[in-house]
T-cell receptor
Framework: DAGVIQSPRHEVTEMGQEVTLRCKPISGHDYLFWYRQTMMRGLELLIYFNNNVPIDDSGMPEDRFSAKMPNASFSTLKIQPSEPRDSAVYFC????????????FGPGTRLTVT | SQQGEEDPQALSIQEGENATMNCSYK?????LQWYRQNSGRGLVHLILIRSNEREKHSGRLRVTLDTSKKSSSLLITASRAADTASYFCATARSDSWGKLQFGAGTQVVVTP
């Protein structure tokens, strides 16, 4: 199994630009999570999906952030417009229903907004 | 606020020594998990302990859980330089299906 796949691995963009992060979960996993990690705030859960349906988006910072999961094998996290304070590492993770919620993380996307 | 809080924030030991870190949490849980993160990488699941378990082993890892004190500990025995990483506890609350809450992590440095 290839594990959770994220793209791009690094993204540098200018303030005001739209950013789209992509994630392919492990096949057969029912849950998909988007996290953001910074030195100041640690690891924050942004949103998670169960069977492609958003369950909890209370961690999404503001309306500039949106996430979709059009099918079981793909999800996107979009930031529009981006701001310097959005600079962070964004992780996608997936989890199978049958486990005790253990999560499998992707390698992350390092986003820098200048 | 973070559900899990690790202690200490940082730990520096020599190869061969044991490393112990603790995690405290606030609410009722279904299980507690420990993850490792190497610099610049994603988190890797290490071990899961359910609320009705008190101790669990996996290789050089030993985890304990005390639900009365709402605390857990992770012991890494005979540490190696490759154990250098940040370690996070994460709790699965009884009332939140699928969702984990992560602590701030303990940064462990193992010197040869």
């Amino acid at each position: 199994d290839a594990g959770v796949i994220q793209s791009p691995r690094h993204e540098v963009t200018e303030m005001g630009q739209e950013v789209t992060l992509r994630c392919k979960p492990i096949s057969g996993h029912d849950y998909l999570f988007w996290y953001r990690q910074t030195m100041m705030r640690g690891l924050e859960l942004l949103i998670y999906f169960n069977n492609n349906v958003p369950i909890d988006d209370s961690g999404m910072p503001e309306d500039r952030f949106s996430a979709k999961m059009p099918n079981a094998s793909f999800s996107t996290l979009k930031i529009q417009p981006s701001e310097p304070r959005d600079s962070a590492v964004y992780f996608c993770a997936s989890s199978p229903r049958t486990s005790g919620y253990e999560q499998y993380f992707g390698p992350g996307t390092r986003l820098t907004v200048t | 606020s973070q559900q899990g809080e690790e202690d200490p924030q940082a730990l520096s030991i020599q190869e061969g020594e044991n490393a112990t870190m603790n995690c405290s949490y606030k609410t009722s849980i279904n299980n507690l998990q420990w993850y490792r993160q190497n610099s610049g990488r994603g988190l890797v699941h290490l071990i899961l302990i359910r609320s009705n378990e008190r101790e669990k082993h996996s290789g050089r890892l030993r985890v304990t859980l005390d639900t009365s004190k709402k605390s857990s500990s992770l012991l890494i025995t005979a540490s190696r330089a490759a154990d250098t990483a940040s370690y996070f506890c994460a709790t699965a609350r009884s009332d939140s299906w699928g969702k984990l809450q992560f602590g701030a992590g303990t940064q462990v440095v193992v010197t040869p």
